[in-house]
């Protein structure tokens, strides 16, 4: 019920390509939907993130577009750049019952991308 | 360095010692959570302190496990026993308000590596 399921597991794109990272989730509860970047040896860190009232965010190079009643979002990575080869994780944010709030992410399996020169 | 700070970084210990990590958070958040993020998968929630409280524990948080955040500040997470499954990135994240929009900050993790 809390979870959360991206594909792919791995791409690979040429340097200047489009990158497409997808998920999907079953509880409409969600009311927050972050994407993490994460390089080997270091923590997630936070890339862009969405709500679920809003269709598309863009912030630079990165997008995240949002289809509430599929229950979908992705990312774009336009242009991709070499350094952007990273593993790439979706997140969705469940608030607890009772209106409070924990903060607790569900993390999606995560996307290794690899930008090719 | 302002972000959170997790130590070791590393750890290897024989199968059936007991481990303990440290992560002091940034100074000013006073919402703090640990996760583990086993090889090819996404971080798992295991816990969250709002201050010295702990407010919630997964159920991936057997027994064998505890945390604590005296003071409010720094916490740590012990393992008892530990078990070859228990090897994973422990991952500490603080933030300063409810929601993950509140400064969420992962800090780089401990690599625990149980033999």
């Known amino acids: 019920q809390q979870q959360v399921k991206q594909s792919p597991q791995s791409l690979i794109v040429q340097k200047g390509g489009i990158s497409i990272i997808n998920c999907a989730y079953e509880?409409?509860?969600?009311?927050?939907f972050p994407w993490y970047q994460q390089f080997p040896g270091k923590g997630p860190a936070l890339l862009i993130a969405i709500r679920p009232d809003v269709s598309e965010k863009k912030e630079g190079r990165f997008t995240i577009s949002f289809n509430k009643s599929a229950k979908q979002f992705s990312l774009h990575i336009m242009d991709s750049q070499p350094g952007d080869s990273a593993t790439y994780f979706c997140?969705?944010?469940?608030?607890?019952?009772?209106?409070?709030?924990?903060?607790?992410?569900?993390f999606g399996q995560g996307t290794i991308l690899t930008v090719h020169p | 360095d302002t972000g959170v700070s997790q130590d070791p970084r590393h750890k290897i210990t024989k199968r059936g010692q007991n481990v303990t990590f440290r992560c002091d958070p940034i100074s000013e958040h006073n919402r703090l959570y640990w996760y583990r993020q086993t090889l090819g998968q996404g971080p798992e929630f295991l816990t969250y302190f709002q201050n010295e409280a702990q407010l919630e524990k997964s159920r991936l948080l057997s027994d064998r496990f505890s945390a604590e955040r005296p003071k409010g500040s720094f916490s740590t997470l012990e393992i008892q026993r530990t078990e070859q499954g228990d090897s994973a990135m422990y991952l500490c994240?603080?933030?300063?308000?409810?929601?993950?929009?509140?400064?969420?900050?992962f800090g780089s993790g401990t690599r625990l590596t149980v033999v």
């Open positions: 509880n409409t509860a969600f009311d927050y």
């Open positions: 997140a969705a944010h469940f608030p607890n019952a009772g209106g409070t709030s924990y903060g607790k992410l569900t």
């Open positions: 994240a603080s933030s300063f308000g409810r929601t993950p929009r509140d400064g969420y900050t």
